[in-house]
Nanobody, 123 residues
Framework: EVQLVESGGGLVQAGGSLRLSCGAS????????IAWFRQAPGKEREGVSV????????YYADDVKGRFTISSDNAKNTVYLQMNSLKPEDTTVYYC????????????????WGQGTQVTVSS
């Protein structure tokens, strides 16, 4: 059974940085894509960034391009989301998710989910 564990959330001032980690276990992940999503209360879950363990290809949502960077350490089955220049509107719970195959955008494409980590950006 695939398990995902997020860490690295916390409280930071606007303009600051955080690095989220997503540790994966329970399978070999060479052909998996790992994504970060976020969901604010009362809103739909939205994709933030995706990376392919297979070829390292990445995707970013428009509102995080240039501020967030996704990367992977295949040897550790871990994906990172470096978040710089954080804004109060980035405040929400961030989830990592995994799917076998190519990166995808819709949350429904992902079978495995972590428990989430809270990111709070104060103004």
């Amino acid at each position: 059974e695939v398990q995902l564990v997020e860490s690295g959330g916390g409280l930071v001032q606007a303009g600051g940085s955080l690095r989220l980690s997503c540790g994966a276990s329970g399978s070999t992940f060479d052909d998996y894509a790992i994504a970060w999503f976020r969901q604010a209360p009362g809103k739909e879950r939205e994709g933030v960034s995706v990376i392919s363990f297979h070829d390292g290809s990445t995707y970013y949502a428009d509102d995080v391009k240039g501020r967030f960077t996704i990367s992977s350490d295949n040897a550790k089955n871990t994906v990172y989301l470096q978040m710089n220049s954080l804004k109060p509107e980035d405040t929400t719970v961030y989830y990592c998710a995994a799917r076998w195959g190519n990166p995808a955008i819709p949350p429904s494409a992902y079978r495995y989910w972590g428990q989430g980590t809270q990111v709070t950006v104060s103004s």
